[in-house]
C-alpha cells in the first residue's frame, strides 16, 4: 500500500467521524428533548387529572351541602306554616270566646251530634234536650248567624229544623233600609227572600237579619237584628210585582258544629 492510498483511507475516515458527529448529535439532542415533552406532557395530565378529581369532589359536596341546607330549610317552612296554624287557632278560640261573651240574650251551648244524609240539608241533632232546659220553638244560632229553629225535643238530645231546608220560614228584613219580607230556606247555601217591592233600593251586599217579629202564635224563635245573610242577586219576579232576593247565608251547611239555643 502506497502512501497515496494511506491518504485516501485517511481522509475518508475523517469525513465519517464528520458526518457521525454532524448527524448523531441533533438527533441525540430531540431525543432527549422528546423525553422532556412527554415527561411533561405526562405530568401535566396526572395534574389534570388530579384537579378534574378534586373539582368532581368538590361539586358532589356542594350538592350535598344544597340538599342538607334545603331539608333544612324545608323543616323550617313547615315549623313556620305550623305556628301561624297554631296561632290562627288560638286567635279563633280567643275570638269564639270573647264572642260568647258578647251574646246578649240567654242561651244553652251545644254541639252537634248527629246528621242523616237523607236529611242532610234539613236537619241536624244537638247534645242538648228537655233536661237541659231546651224547647220547641227556640231559635238556634251560630257565631256566624241564624242556623234554625228546635223541632223535637228529648230528654237529652234535640233536633233541629234547619234554615237551609225549603219548608222553612222566617220574618227578616234588608238592614240599610228596614224593608221586610219572608225568608224562605233554599239548599245548599241560599235562602230567598219574597215581598220586597219592586221599586226597592236594595242592592248586592246588603246585609239580610231578623225582624224579631212572629209569623204565628208559635213562630217567633229570634229577637230582631239577629245576622242571617247577605244579598247576592236581585231578579223581578214574572208572578208578582215584587223582586226575588237571593241571600247567601253567613253560616255554611257544612261546617255548623257549636251551636246556641235561645231560652
Excluded at 502512501?3 to 485517511?10: A, P
Excluded at 378529581?53 to 313547615?78: F, H, M, P
Aim: charged share 25%; net charge positive; aromatic share 10%.
Amino acid at each position: 500500500m502506497n502512501f497515496k492510498d494511506l491518504k485516501s483511507i485517511f481522509l475518508s475516515l475523517l469525513l465519517v467521524i464528520f458526518l457521525a458527529w454532524f448527524f448523531i448529535k441533533p438527533i441525540a439532542n430531540l431525543i432527549s428533548y422528546s423525553y422532556l415533552i412527554t415527561g411533561k406532557l405526562i405530568y401535566d395530565i396526572g395534574s389534570g387529572v388530579n384537579e378534574s378529581q378534586g373539582e368532581v369532589k368538590d361539586y358532589i359536596d356542594s350538592l350535598r351541602t344544597i340538599k342538607e341546607l334545603n331539608k333544612k330549610l324545608d323543616k323550617t317552612k313547615l315549623d313556620n306554616i305550623k305556628l301561624r296554624a297554631g296561632f290562627k287557632k288560638l286567635k279563633l278560640e280567643s275570638l269564639s270566646k270573647r264572642k260568647q261573651l258578647e251574646i246578649p240574650f240567654p242561651t244553652i251551648r251545644s254541639q252537634v251530634i248527629g246528621r242523616s244524609p237523607e236529611s242532610w240539608h234539613k236537619q241536624i241533632i244537638i247534645n242538648k234536650g228537655k233536661k237541659d232546659g231546651v224547647e220547641v220553638g227556640s231559635g238556634v244560632f251560630s257565631l256566624n248567624g241564624i242556623v234554625g229553629q228546635v223541632n223535637q225535643v228529648f230528654d237529652h238530645t234535640s233536633i233541629i229544623k234547619l234554615i237551609f231546608d225549603k219548608s222553612f220560614q222566617m220574618g227578616a228584613k234588608i238592614e240599610r233600609t228596614e224593608e221586610y219580607g219572608v225568608l224562605s230556606g233554599s239548599y245548599p247555601d241560599y235562602a230567598i227572600l219574597d215581598f220586597i217591592r219592586i221599586d226597592s233600593s236594595v242592592q248586592v251586599g246588603d246585609r239580610i237579619v231578623s225582624t224579631g217579629l212572629c209569623l204565628d202564635e208559635t213562630n217567633c224563635p229570634f229577637p230582631t237584628n239577629f245576622p242571617i245573610g247577605k244579598v247576592v242577586e236581585i231578579k223581578k219576579d214574572p208572578n208578582t210585582i215584587g223582586l226575588i232576593v237571593k241571600i247567601k247565608f253567613f253560616e255554611t251547611l257544612n261546617t255548623i258544629k257549636d251551636l246556641y239555643i235561645l231560652t
